[in-house]
């Protein structure tokens, strides 16, 4: 029994880490997950292109999915094993969500496997690989922002401390994505930095909420670069022509928003930094089996 999914990354609009309230949109980047169901109830896992990397993410993800859902296709939970496979565009320690993703299209293909992903509801999947990315301490807040954002599709703004969708609303942007060098891993970020930066966090939410999404990033990005050290330069050489732009995550990404014309037109200073420029999509279909 073999089973495949796709999950897109994702963009931050408002970062969780001040107040437990987080707001991300997909984007056309993607992880993608095969798993193939075995009799010995051992799980494997390697992630394309990275022999070294930890792979305990998905591991999880694979091991809660069964041990949760096995039952339901028929199988024992306890001998019922996988070998799982990820092969992603997305970089990894950039804030674009490649943890999500992973976690997602991991999730998803699991339950593809067990032949059930349509009778999964897509929310408590997502919710799935969440208490995963915790468990295997990959992030701070468990990115439930992030990994409905990347499971939906469209934006989506979450309450990160209950898990509860606040907002999911279908948009069409166009996103222009600078990654530099450097990565940046959310577990490693500072906390009680972002904490201090709660009240603008606070503006960032009541814009998010209002579907003023552009402004809500662009106030979130100058916040969060502050509290995390990161140059506004970046945010600078792009305004006012953009919609919104915001640093992604944790970093060192940043996301901006716009009309493709005007992002075309602003590319060129982006391309000028140290790094790699992508010119993207959002994703309105979010995780999906293939």
């Not at 495949?4 to 991300?24: D, E, I, K, Q």
């Not at 320690?93 to 999964?120: F, H, R, W």
């Not at 600078?236 to 928003?257: K, R």
Request: charged share 25%.
């Amino acid at each position: 029994m073999d089973g495949r999914a796709v999950a897109p990354a994702a963009g931050t609009v408002l970062n969780a880490l001040a107040t437990g309230t987080g707001s991300a949109f997909a984007i056309d980047l993607e992880t993608t997950a095969t798993v193939e169901l075995t009799d010995d109830g051992e799980i494997d896992a390697e992630i394309a292109g990275q022999p070294d990397a930890d792979t305990t993410l998905i591991e999880r993800c694979v091991a809660m999915t069964l041990a949760e859902h096995a039952d339901a296709a028929g199988l024992d939970a306890s001998t019922v094993g996988a070998r799982v496979r990820t092969d992603s565009e997305v970089p990894m320690a950039a804030g674009l969500k490649s943890s999500s993703a992973a976690a997602n299209a991991t999730v998803l293909a699991t339950l593809d496997a067990l032949e059930i992903a349509d009778t999964v509801d897509r929310i408590d999947a997502c919710r799935l690989g969440v208490r995963a990315a915790r468990d295997a301490g990959v992030t701070a807040t468990g990115a439930f922002d992030d990994a409905s954002a990347s499971m939906l599709g469209g934006v989506t703004v979450t309450d990160n401390a209950t898990d509860e969708l606040l907002v999911r609303e279908t948009v069409d942007w166009d996103a222009l994505v600078y990654t530099p060098p450097e990565q940046s891993f959310s577990a490693d970020a500072d906390i009680s930095a972002c904490e201090r930066v709660a009240p603008m966090a606070e503006l960032v939410a009541d814009l998010a909420l209002d579907g003023r999404y552009g402004e809500a990033m662009t106030v979130n990005g100058f916040a969060f670069s502050a509290a995390l050290e990161f140059p506004t330069g970046p945010m600078i050489d792009v305004m006012p022509e953009v919609a919104g732009v915001s640093l992604s995550g944790t970093g060192p990404s940043y996301v901006a928003i716009g009309d493709r014309s005007t992002l075309e037109a602003v590319r060129d200073w982006w391309d000028d930094r140290d790094g790699t420029t992508r010119l993207l999509t959002t994703r309105t279909d979010g995780t999906r089996t293939t």
